[in-house]
């Protein structure tokens, strides 16, 4: 079963509806798509622009990105800056039919989704453009799951929802939970409400675990068969927003996002384009995943974007 995980953006409202079948829904909610041995997994922000963690949450769990654009709004960029900042350079926009696609290309043209392909809003022809992309995936890789959704079923157990994004889980893997380094033995697998006894990267899963119950747990925590890195302190260089209102100041509280997990912060050093950041808990993290930092309440939400090393 291959899968294929596409995040939407802009002007989404019904867009999922028309794309797959309702699913998981939250602070983001899941549509799902098949046509044979393919599984599309179409991931909305529903909580945005109420609050800018679901945005970044899809960002960072997507393929792909859809973004449907009925107008050029401000909150329209804002989106386009997160898209951006996150060097996100292939993906789609949809258009409506009143849209200036000079416009668009114009403000465009300097960001990583300059060569995006432009379509149009027909949802059949969408599904079908979409189904038939391909990722390369690491399947022989270490297993990396982060979970964004957990719960107990009766006579089941605990169940995590997430999508494998490197490696293949089986049966019976003993896997650790970061960042609390608890070992776990996923029990079952499911993809697409059926069994089956692996998933590969790509596949969006429900695996019942044993030796872990749901108080325990907190969405971004990722299973894996490797030492991931866990800290509370980070010391990034960041690419600032150069839409921010104001400099970043030592003693200053803040929010990062690395995945899905979500930590406030505080500032304990900054210089030029270096941070160095306190968390009031820990995080789990490879080498090379991006860091956000957030201010929630400012009128410009994300204040820069960095790489962990």
Same mark, same amino acid.
């Given at each position: 079963m291959e899968g294929l995980t596409? *995040?939407?953006? *802009?002007? =989404?409202? *019904? &867009?999922?509806?028309?794309?797959?079948?309702?699913?998981?829904?939250?602070?983001?909610?899941?549509?799902?798509?098949?046509?044979?041995?393919? &599984? &599309?997994?179409? &991931?909305?922000?529903?909580?945005?622009?109420?609050r800018i963690n679901p945005l970044i949450y899809t960002i960072n769990m997507m393929d792909y990105p859809l973004v449907f654009i009925d107008e050029i709004t401000g909150e329209l960029g804002e989106t386009l800056l997160a898209l951006d900042m996150f060097e996100i350079d292939k993906g789609f926009f949809v258009l409506g039919d009143y849209v200036d696609v000079d416009m668009l290309k114009n403000i465009i043209s300097q960001t990583s989704m300059k060569n995006f392909e432009?379509?149009?809003? /027909? =949802?059949?022809?969408?599904?079908?453009?979409?189904? /038939?992309? /391909?990722?390369?995936?690491?399947?022989d890789g270490n297993v990396k799951i982060p979970i964004d959704h957990y719960f107990t079923v009766r006579s089941v157990g605990t169940v995590i929802l997430g999508k494998v994004e490197s490696g293949t889980v089986k049966v019976h893997d003993n896997l650790n939970i970061y960042p609390i380094n608890k070992t776990v033995m996923v029990r079952s697998i499911q993809i697409h409400d059926n069994d089956f006894k692996e998933a590969k990267a790509g596949n969006r899963v429900g695996l019942a675990l044993k030796g872990i119950t749901t108080e325990e747990l907190d969405r971004g925590y990722i299973l894996s068969d490797k030492d991931l890195k866990v800290t509370d302190e980070i010391d990034i260089r960041i690419n600032w927003n150069p839409f921010r209102q104001k400099d970043v100041k030592e003693g200053e509280n803040y929010q990062i996002i690395v995945g899905l997990q979500s930590v406030p912060c505080s500032v304990e050093e900054v210089s030029k384009n270096n941070v160095k950041l306190k968390l009031q808990k820990n995080i789990a993290y490879d080498v090379g995943d991006k860091v956000c930092l957030i201010d929630g309440s400012a009128k410009v939400r994300i204040v820069g974007v960095g790489t962990l090393e």
């Open positions: 596409v *995040g939407l953006f *802009g002007h =989404f409202e *019904g &867009v999922g509806k028309e794309l797959g079948k309702k699913g998981t829904s939250t602070d983001i909610t899941f549509y799902n798509y098949k046509q044979g041995e393919k &599984v &599309v997994c179409y &991931v909305e922000p529903t909580r945005y622009s109420d432009i379509l149009e809003k /027909n =949802f059949i022809d969408i599904r079908e453009k979409i189904v /038939n992309l /391909n990722v390369e995936r690491d399947y």
